[in-house]
């Protein structure tokens, strides 16, 4: 790496099969079994599979009757978001132990920025492996880890060694950790890129760095010099601690396929109120309500109307909501319903967030990983 560029110690940190390893600690009977949390073996998505159901294929976001169809011993269980918040902040306090630059991505993983940190320990890889240690003692799961000098590299290593498992990418190793990875492991390459990228020849990141900054902008505009910089080494966003939100949502997936927009007025009812309680919670408004339809035969459609004022309330949600629902015929019978709350008033939030954040300290490593 070239020795003026700013290098941090960041750690990304992934639980290993969250919520299944949460519903077979908490019931042991469930250990060591093919276990999938959402969905049924008839209708929904599935959340999460544990390991020994992902042996069979089994993956988040398939359809409960495919996932069955792989693994006919598979069992279902209703997710416990609560369970899982509670036990997500459990890990997170064990985090700030160490360092205030946490990043959440979700319940389930986060950034860490240790290049300083509360225990004056200079080994990103051994601050990785404490906290792993704690995780397991304390709180009862595994967790996995990626330690690098930026996020980018962090989290595809964190998966390398899973589940239970560490990998370390020291500052000399980034360019060639690089090198090797197949196009689709790159951040913001999804399919529609990567088949693109593969039409011009671009698979691995090696094949990435033999193309120019002009090349690339040509081919994939302001992205291009993203993709140009990354395949370097060279990723400087910084573990922000206090993301600010940008949307709020609930949707809800029937055990049979709707057709009546009666009924669908019901459910809407529901989702509106579990909107508005989420906003409360989160001390937000929006202006922009958002209505997702997932029709029977899995296609989506999304209809949007934005106030001319800030709204955290369940009537004017559902009033909105209702609104869309009758904007156009349904094509088709329902699936999916879902309610979206965004263009947030979290931006007159965001000189007080800025406020609390620390710095994060971009200094050369004088210290091994």
Do not use: W
């Amino acid at each position: 790496m070239p020795n003026d560029l700013p290098i941090r110690k960041i750690i990304h940190v992934d639980m290993d099969a969250f919520y299944a390893s949460v519903e077979q600690m908490d019931h042991p009977e469930l250990k060591g079994k093919p276990l999938a949390v959402g969905g049924s073996e008839k209708r929904g998505v599935v959340a999460a599979a544990s390991y020994e159901a992902r042996k069979f294929g089994v993956r988040s976001a398939m359809s409960g009757m495919q996932a069955k169809r792989n693994c006919p011993e598979l069992i279902f269980v209703s997710p416990r978001f609560d369970r899982y918040k509670e036990i997500s902040n459990q890990v997170r306090a064990i985090f700030y132990d160490y360092t205030d630059l946490v990043e959440p991505l979700s319940l389930d993983e986060a950034y860490l920025d240790v290049t300083e940190n509360k225990k004056g320990n200079p080994s990103a890889s051994l601050i990785a492996q404490e906290i792993r240690e704690r995780i397991f003692k304390e709180v009862g799961l595994t967790a996995s880890a990626g330690i690098s000098i930026n996020k980018f590299v962090a989290k595809i290593a964190s998966d390398y060694n899973k589940p239970n498992g560490q990998k370390t990418v020291n500052p000399e190793d980034v360019l060639d950790f690089i090198k090797v990875l197949d196009i689709k492991k790159f951040h913001g390459v999804g399919k529609v890129t990567a088949d693109k990228m593969y039409q011009l020849g671009i698979f691995t990141g090696e094949d990435l760095k033999t193309k120019s900054l002009e090349y690339l902008e040509q081919h994939f505009g302001k992205s291009g010099s993203y993709y140009y910089y990354l395949v370097r080494g060279i990723h400087n966003s910084s573990v922000k601690p206090n993301r600010i939100r940008k949307s709020l949502a609930a949707e809800r997936t029937f055990n049979e396929n709707l057709s009546s927009e009666i009924f669908m007025l019901e459910k809407l009812e529901k989702i509106a109120k579990e909107v508005a309680k989420r906003l409360d919670h989160s001390k937000v408004a929006g202006k922009t309500v958002t209505l997702k339809i997932k029709y029977s035969d899995f296609t989506l459609q999304t209809r949007s109307k934005t106030l001319p004022y800030f709204v955290s309330n369940k009537e004017i949600i559902l009033e909105t909501a209702k609104d869309l629902l009758y904007q156009e015929k349904m094509s088709n019978s329902v699936r999916l319903l879902g309610i979206s709350m965004s263009n947030l008033n979290t931006e007159d939030n965001k000189a007080t967030a800025v406020k609390n954040i620390k710095q994060t300290v971009n200094v050369q490593l004088k210290f091994g990983f």
